[in-house]
């Protein structure tokens, strides 16, 4: 089972910190994407879980921050200095193939999805 964990309803400028877990599997790297509603899915960040290498989307560069826990295929989203247009739903979602497009920011290179958790930034 795989589910997001740790949304919630924050003012601007809060704090939040996301969690997801997937024991029992393979994973070279996990991601987190976001949903606002009537938009596309979109690529909020990834990191490998071997080399600890880690990608942002601009609009969320030097805000937040993913890691890796010292679990197993454990990963956290800390988003610091929340924004409205931060508000969606956050799926994570695990890359299980050995071969790496390089496409990071696609829904395609994953193959896995968690159950969402919802976060609402007020303004």
Do not use: H
């Amino acid at each position: 089972q795989l589910q997001a964990f740790g949304g919630g309803l924050v003012q601007a400028g809060g704090s939040l910190r996301l969690s997801c877990a997937a024991s029992g599997r393979t994973v070279y790297a996990m991601g987190w994407f976001r949903q606002a509603p009537g938009k596309e899915r979109e690529f909020v960040s990834r990191i490998s879980r071997s080399s600890g290498s880690t990608y942002y989307a601009d609009s969320v560069k030097g805000r937040f921050t993913i890691s890796r826990g010292n679990a197993k295929n454990t990963v956290y989203l800390q988003m610091n200095g929340l924004k409205p247009e931060d508000t969606a739903v956050y799926y994570c979602a695990l890359d299980q193939d050995v071969f790496y497009s390089g496409r990071y920011y696609s829904t395609g290179e994953y193959e896995s999805w968690g159950q969402g958790t919802e976060v609402t930034v007020s303004s």
